[in-house]
């Protein structure tokens, strides 16, 4: 069988919740079935939320759920210049700007009913002169991938942009259009990276062959074939497994306060509870 490497990726920005051991679950289900190797991979570069705490907490929950990883963890903010490598890569090829608007100016500029904060923001670099004199005034700004740009350059590529979903079992290419996020944010004054580019840099450096990840992140993969289209790297296959929702029929996020798996373990279910409750056969 041709190798199989998979990845979990989870943010240190809280506890895990069931959500995670769910994507867990399926990444190491996912590995196990294909006699494959699962890597771990911290993706830490917004230092502002994550905290080393929770990043111990990952592995403690990790062992508890009964699983292990192959080789070495993979810590995203020990990487940053491999980043920054990346975005100087796409600077020289006119494919990223600065953009210096407030968050504010950017939902001002939105059209009205769009789904959400910043996507489908598309912008433009400024002048050299105004740009040079906004740096020299020490003005914050986001590094943004110019959706423009991108298609010139990609030429006939840009409408064939694609990815391989097996989440039915079955191999489908289907299309990637990354137009809906806009030009999405890859680095920012202070930080060289985004998610984005963090994720799709990582997934190429590691060699995995396939990424299990939840319907929520489904659409954003058009965003992730387009920068791997830009940067030649080669594309993961993609599974998208069902999300376990809240009581309120609502995604569980960290965020939102859901309880993390160690107060479950805590209240004496099991990892085997956990199973099921996650819909996992
Ligand atoms: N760090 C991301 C998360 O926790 C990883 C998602 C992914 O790329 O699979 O949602």
Known sequence: MADFVTRFAPSPTGYLHLGHACSAFHVWEAAKAANGRVLLRIEDIDQTRCRPEYEAAILEDLAWLGL????????????????????????????????FRTRREIAAAMPAGAVADEWGFTGRPLSALEEESRLARGHAFAWRLSLAAAQDALGPRYPQLSYIDESDGTA??????????????????????????????????????????????????????????????????????????????KKLSKRAGDRGLRAWRDEGKTPDDLRRMTGIP
């Open 68 to 99: 292990s990883w192959n080789g070495p963890v993979r810590r995203q903010s020990d990487h940053f210049s491999e980043y920054e490598a990346t975005l100087k890569n796409l600077q020289h090829r006119g494919l990223v700007y600065r953009c």
């Open 172 to 249: 489908r290419r289907v299309a990637a259009d990354p137009r809906p996020f806009g030009d999405v944010v890859l680095g920012r004054k202070e930080t060289p990276a985004s998610y984005h580019l963090a994720c799709c840099h990582d997934d190429a450096l590691q060699g995995v062959t396939h990424v299990i990840r939840g319907e929520d992140i489904r659409e954003m993969t058009a965003v992730h074939a387009l920068l791997q289209a830009l940067m030649d790297w080669p594309q993961p296959v993609y599974r998208f497994h069902p999300l376990v929702l809240g009581p309120d029929g």
